[in-house]
């Protein structure tokens, strides 16, 4: 008698998982990439969001992405800040250098604060100095690696990536440098993140296998 209600419950999971499965379809709620981009760490499935301070909508995915992040602890979790014209170089440089001297999560909903809501006009090397000074970030510092070598790698190395991932407008998120989503293939925002769950665990369930 166990035996077969275990059996029936196996079946029905089955069932739930190839329905659940069938609802995320290559090319119409997220886009798989012609050719697969290497990740940093092949023992982990790779999320990155490509993102920028000045869009409003990165702005109201924010708070979504960042309650989700909060629940990963089998990935690895990262962000490039794309720069789609001249008024976005200010900001990505921002955020590397933050990254660089490990002050990203004391600085980051701040920005998009600073730029959405207070108004900030963040556009030269000391305005953004300055703010990043009152968020408890040296200012000697930032001033010093704004300009540096490592951040120039880290911008020529978000281009290569947006090339890569094709991407053209977002947030975008990349799951294992394979699968593109946006709130377009998704259905919206919070769909987003519902679309890369299910990206995950297929990957995770591939890498399983090997």
């Not at 739930?16 to 990439?33: N, P, Q, R």
């Not at 300055?130 to 540096?148: C, I, M, P, R």
């Not at 987003?192 to 296998?209: N, R």
């Amino acid at each position: 008698m166990l035996k077969s209600l275990a059996s029936a419950a196996l079946a029905i999971g089955l069932v739930f998982s190839t329905a659940h499965a069938a609802d995320y379809v290559a090319g119409k709620d997220y886009i798989e990439l012609p050719t697969a981009v290497k990740t940093s760490d092949p023992t982990r499935v790779e999320v990155t969001e490509m993102f920028g301070y000045p869009c409003p909508h990165c702005n109201s995915f924010e708070p979504l992405l960042s309650t989700w992040e909060k629940k990963q602890d089998d990935i690895n979790f990262q962000r490039v800040p794309v720069v789609f014209g001249r008024s976005w170089e200010a900001p990505a440089r921002a955020y590397y250098t933050a990254e660089l001297l490990d002050k990203v999560d004391e600085t980051h909903q701040a920005m998009f604060d600073a730029i959405h809501i207070q108004r900030k006009r963040l556009n030269s090397v000391e305005a953004m100095a300055d703010f990043y000074a009152s968020l408890g970030v040296d200012k000697e510092k930032f001033e010093k690696t704004y300009n540096s070598f490592a951040v120039n790698m880290k911008l020529n190395q978000g281009d290569s990536k947006v090339r890569s991932y094709q991407v053209d407008g977002v947030p975008s998120m990349v799951v294992n440098g394979k699968y593109r989503v946006t709130a377009g293939t998704a259905g919206g925002q919070a769909n987003m993140l519902d679309v890369v769950d299910f990206l995950v665990a297929k990957e995770q369930a591939a890498m399983a296998k090997e």
